[in-house]
């Protein structure tokens, strides 16, 4: 059993890692291979271009590595979904635009498994409340 030394957490475009920053100065201080982390995670995300994915990369004491991605973060899959450049400066007032109930159902499914929810009504409301935040009216009732 390998020792682990540390968990590094970034968030990478898919098929887009490359051993500049961020990617290349998080692991070069622990003295991974950059380049054949980036070569491995552009070919498990080449399918999922355009999306931002988080990855957590497990570094051992060996200097040998393994990651796991995630689903990308909410509020990137809801500029996605709205096709918005970024959300509100302030929320309470701007509003950015609206998304239907059927909308947040995608994104919720999508998001499931990284959500802290029982099932897809309760992940919904989460990421009803990331769109609030990023000044996103929802309708609940599309």
């Not at 030394?5 to 890692?17: E, H, R, Y």
């Not at 990617?23 to 980036?38: E, S």
């Not at 500029?79 to 509100?88: E, F, I, M, P, Y």
Request: proline share 6%.
């Amino acid at each position: 059993m390998k020792k682990l030394k540390t968990v590094i957490k970034l968030q990478i475009p898919a098929g887009k890692a490359n051993p500049s920053p961020p990617v290349g100065p998080a692991l070069g201080q622990h003295g991974l291979n950059i380049q054949d982390f980036c070569t491995q995670f552009n070919e498990k995300t080449k399918e999922m271009m355009g999306d931002v994915i988080p990855v957590d990369i497990n570094v051992y004491e060996d200097r040998s590595f393994d990651f796991s991605l995630k689903s990308p973060p909410a509020a990137e899959l809801i500029k996605k979904a709205l096709k918005l450049k970024k959300g509100s400066g302030v929320p309470q007032k701007d509003k950015v635009g609206t998304i239907t109930a059927t909308q947040l159902a995608e994104i919720a499914e999508r998001k499931k498994e990284d959500l802290n929810a029982d099932d897809v009504e309760e992940a919904k409301k989460i990421i009803g409340g990331t769109a609030r935040s990023m000044g996103v009216n929802v309708d609940w009732n599309k």
